[in-house]
């Protein structure tokens, strides 16, 4: 079975410029979360869908972060414009059920805002 | 909301002694607890978890023990080995609909000594 996959895997940016990441989840799992996890730190709920729906966007930053997943499969991930604290790693996980157990993550995208 | 505590921090451990990791949360409706385990660049990879209605489980050399009277969860890993090294996130949800996120902890990071 084919894991969560991601990309880019690294990206470096300087503030004020946009960037997008790109996730496919497993195949079959309709609900898609995306993490920040900043150094040191545990992964933090960015945005949650269930299928193309959105069931949690409480800790997303909207005035610069959005995200879309249109057709229910992959999912989109931009920040614009990116601050310097945007610096960390985007992880993109999947789970079967809409529940949040099981998830399963991806390698992650680590952006460098310089 | 939620809120997880996870101790200590840093961990060392000679090779074949146990190690346990410990964390506290803060909403007594939370009933699912995950743990995960993520090397060095390389994604959080879901090793056990426990459900509110049971108070251990078991795979191996690994348990979680959970008091949901006192609202704390353990990790214990028996005999452990070089490979155990890494960082372990625990991290709690509540309910069954899907509408609330997995809160993690900030993670212990495990050094096994040979």
């Known amino acids: 079975e084919a894991g969560v996959a991601q990309s880019p895997r690294y990206k470096i940016i300087e503030k004020r410029q946009s960037v997008a990441f790109w996730c496919n989840p497993i195949?079959?799992?309709?609900?898609l979360y995306w993490y920040q996890q900043i150094l040191g730190q545990g992964p933090k709920l960015l945005i949650q869908?269930?299928?193309?729906?959105?069931?949690?966007d409480s800790q997303l930053p909207k005035d610069r972060f959005s995200a879309e997943r249109l057709k229910g499969v992959d999912s989109t991930l931009k920040i614009q414009p990116a601050k310097l604290e945007d610096s960390a790693v985007y992880l993109c996980?999947?789970?079967?059920?809409?529940?949040?157990?099981?998830?399963?993550f991806g390698p992650g995208t680590r952006l460098t805002v310089l | 909301g939620e809120n997880v505590e996870q101790h200590p921090s840093t961990l060392s451990v000679q090779e074949g002694d146990s190690a346990v990791i410990k964390c506290t949360y803060s909403?007594?409706?939370?009933?699912?607890f995950p743990w995960y385990k993520q090397e060095l660049g390389k994604r959080p990879q879901l090793i056990i978890d426990?459900?509110?209605?049971?108070g251990e489980k078991k795979d191996q050399r690994i348990a979680v023990t959970l008091n949901k009277t006192a609202k704390h969860f353990s990790l214990h890993i028996t005999e452990t080995q070089p490979e155990d090294s890494a960082v372990y996130f625990c991290a709690a949800l509540k309910g069954n609909s899907g509408n609330t996120p997995l809160v993690f902890g900030k993670g212990t990071r495990l050094s096994v000594i040979a």
């Open positions: 195949s079959g799992h309709a609900t």
């Open positions: 909403d007594s409706a939370s009933n699912y």
């Open positions: 996980a999947s789970s079967l059920a809409g529940t949040g157990v099981n998830q399963f």
């Open positions: 869908f269930q299928n193309n729906g959105v069931v949690d």
């Open positions: 426990i459900r509110s209605n049971v």
